[in-house]
T-cell receptor, first 112, second 114 residues
Framework: SQTIHQWPATLVQPVGSPLSLECTVE??????LYWYRQAAGRGLQLLFY??????ISSEVPQNLSASRPQDRQFILSSKKLLLSDSGFYLC???????????FGSGTRLTVV | QKEVEQNSGPLSVPEGAIASLNCTYS??????FFWYRQYSGKSPELIMS????GDKEDGRFTAQLNKASQYVSLLIRDSQPSDSATYLC??????????????FGQGTILTVHP
């Protein structure tokens, strides 16, 4: 069966520090992968998606970047965090058009 | 811009009642629709998917889709306090360049009180 792992679960980082969040999927190959952010009391905002190794599409301009170094690995990064980067970050994958996303457990990021 | 709108909350129902959650979407060629439940501090969990007009039932949950009117709804029968959560509606945009992206509504907070 397919599983998605995301870590860390919580993170408190100072403004200006770097960020690296990792997501891996098991039990499938060449999945479409997505990074979402959910600000407090807000909806889900799509940040990046990837349809294959090295293929990254950004949905909104921001202080973040994403990479996909391996088929089942998706990384969200920042060189210098801003206060506005605080939020709940979710990685997701999708088996196909008739299937919804399966989300990872999320990372709660607080920038202080 | 394609949008998904959910009925404003929060919604409060007594235990045992039917909770009705509604969602409208603007993309006329949307193909598939999903309902997610999100408990506070947790990631969203898929509870229902629907692709064809009509009703789809799964236990206490019924999803209803009306493509002509561009709305999708979720009914929760015999609501329990454990159903208290935020419910997110999502749709797959039409067209060949969506890359499987889902567009989410802003969510409706449901509280079921004993």
């Amino acid at each position: 069966s397919q599983t998605i792992h995301q870590w860390p679960a919580t993170l408190v980082q100072p403004v200006g520090s770097p960020l690296s969040l990792e997501c891996t999927v098991e039990g499938t190959s060449n999945p479409n992968l997505y990074w979402y952010r959910q600000a407090a009391g807000r909806g889900l905002q799509l940040l990046f998606y990837s349809v294959g190794i090295g293929q990254i599409s950004s949905e909104v301009p921001q202080n973040l970047s994403a990479s996909r170094p391996q088929d089942r690995q998706f990384i969200l990064s920042s060189k210098k965090l801003l206060l506005s980067d605080s939020g709940f970050y979710l990685c997701a994958w999708r088996a196909g058009q008739l299937y919804g996303y399966t989300f990872g457990s999320g990372t709660r990021l607080t920038v202080v | 811009q394609k949008e998904v709108e959910q009925n404003s909350g929060p919604l409060s129902v007594p235990e045992g009642a039917i909770a009705s959650l509604n969602c409208t979407y603007s993309d006329r060629v949307s193909q598939s629709f999903f309902w997610y439940r999100q408990y506070s501090g947790k990631s969203p969990e898929l509870i229902m998917s629907i692709y064809s007009n009509g009703d789809k039932e799964d236990g206490r949950f019924t999803a209803q889709l009306n493509k002509a009117s561009q709305y999708v709804s979720l009914l929760i029968r015999d609501s329990q306090p454990s159903d208290s959560a935020t419910y997110l509606c999502a749709e797959t945009p039409g067209g060949g360049t969506s890359y499987g992206k889902l567009t989410f509504g802003q969510g409706t907070i449901l509280t079921v009180h004993p």
